[in-house]
């Protein structure tokens, strides 16, 4: 069920970091101020990540037994670790090998949207000169380049989130409330396909990015008025860190309480605290950015 429900939330996140990132360089004087702004955003929050990973999760795994590992996510922190793997997680897979996973396994995504920040200004660019060619034209390029380097297989969903805000095909904005509401369960079923097909093979993300892309639109059309709430703005801002910090702290109740309150209770009872740490950890990130920025005289 996790599998089933965190897959379709990494490809809509995937299709939409194409499309904000691909807004935010266009804000920028020149690439290299885009990196370093990417950088002032990504790392921060990574590196505390993989610290949690390797000084909370993997620590505990101690704790657990081990038939409570042999399938689902703990499985990975079992595996042992490298020089490189270290050396990779605290440089976000820059500077060696990130195997994510085998320190905090939600982060496997956080070295896909580094490598596809790294190449933005080429998407902008092949969105702007290209339009939609430029999608039909990565497909087969980016699955011959990953059986080299698997993360050349997300690219092109990156690549349709910036299409959809640089070059956006007419009838993309659905004129009533009712073909949004269409457009939006349309996509939907398409980006939970794999609950109908039972295939989890990394090309079902292709097809899951269409309906992610429709689910968007949709909804952006829609405009919900609890996507504007404080809650929900709250939970935005902070959704990033939360990313890169909740799953050391919800194993935490998972080794401690598993015992009293089973395993989805353990970590269920632990969601207030991750949201705190989610909260602390931002406010932490935001002082440094602004550190950074008044030092550079922003």
């Not at 069920?1 to 804000?27: E, H, K």
């Not at 085998?102 to 339009?131: H, K, M, Q």
């Not at 993300?205 to 709250?234: E, F, K, T």
Request: aromatic share 12%.
């Amino acid at each position: 069920l996790c599998w089933y429900l965190g897959a379709p939330a990494v490809d809509a996140f995937f299709v939409l970091s194409g499309w904000v990132v691909a807004g935010s360089s266009l804000r920028h004087r020149s690439v290299w101020t885009f990196y370093l702004a990417r950088l002032r955003r990504l790392y921060p929050l990574a590196l505390l990540g993989a610290l949690l990973g390797l000084l909370v999760a993997r620590p505990l795994m101690s704790l657990i037994p081990t038939s409570a590992t042999e399938h689902g996510l703990l499985a990975y922190l079992r595996l042992p670790l490298s020089g490189p793997d270290v050396w990779g997680s605290l440089s976000m897979g820059l500077l060696g090998e990130y195997r994510a996973a085998r320190i905090s396994p939600p982060l496997w995504s956080l070295a896909v949207e580094v490598y596809a920040s790294l190449l933005t200004p080429l998407l902008v660019l092949g969105a702007r000169r290209w339009g939609w060619a430029a999608l039909w034209v990565s497909l087969p390029v980016c699955l011959a380049l990953s059986s080299v380097f698997t993360a050349f297989i997300y690219l092109p969903l990156f690549l349709l989130g910036t299409l959809l805000v640089l070059a956006p095909m007419p009838g993309m904005t659905p004129r009533t409330r009712q073909a949004a509401r269409g457009m939006a369960l349309f996509g939907a079923a398409l980006l939970f396909s794999r609950h109908l097909t039972g295939v989890n093979h990394d090309l079902m993300r292709w097809g899951a990015a269409v309906g992610a892309a429709l689910l968007l639109l949709g909804v952006r059309s829609l405009d919900p008025a609890w996507l504007r709430s404080r809650a929900a703005q709250w939970l935005g801002q902070r959704s990033y860190a939360l990313y890169a910090t909740h799953f050391p702290v919800l194993m935490v109740g998972f080794a401690f309480l598993s015992p009293v309150l089973g395993p989805a209770w353990s970590a269920a009872a632990l969601v207030p605290a991750a949201l705190l740490v989610a909260d602390l950890a931002q406010r932490g990130a935001d002082r440094l950015s602004d550190a950074w920025k008044s030092r550079r005289g922003e």
